[in-house]
């Protein structure tokens, strides 16, 4: 079954809302700034994220999920 992290990857969703909702835990952050990485765990599974963000026209958040490869059809 799958878990309610899988679906963080393409979402743009913010580390530290999904941190307040108890979806997952940060584990460590780059130095403060516009463009920044948080290391997060899911609450739930225990699977591991690296989330990039950028700045731009708006802010972006960019879900990596650590020793996964990418399936087939997914974006
Ligand atoms: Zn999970």
Redesign the pocket.
Same mark, same amino acid.
């Given at each position: 079954m799958a *878990? +309610? *992290?899988?679906a963080l990857p393409g979402s743009n969703r913010e580390p530290t809302k999904e941190q307040d909702a108890g979806t997952v835990r940060i584990l460590s952050t780059s130095e403060p700034g516009w463009d920044m990485t948080y290391e997060l765990v899911?609450a739930? *599974?225990a +699977?591991r994220y690296t989330v990039r963000q950028t700045d731009g026209p708006a802010t972006q958040w960019k879900w990596v999920p650590h020793g996964l490869k990418r399936r087939r059809g997914e974006v």
């Open positions: *878990c +309610r *992290c899988e899911c739930s *599974c +699977r």
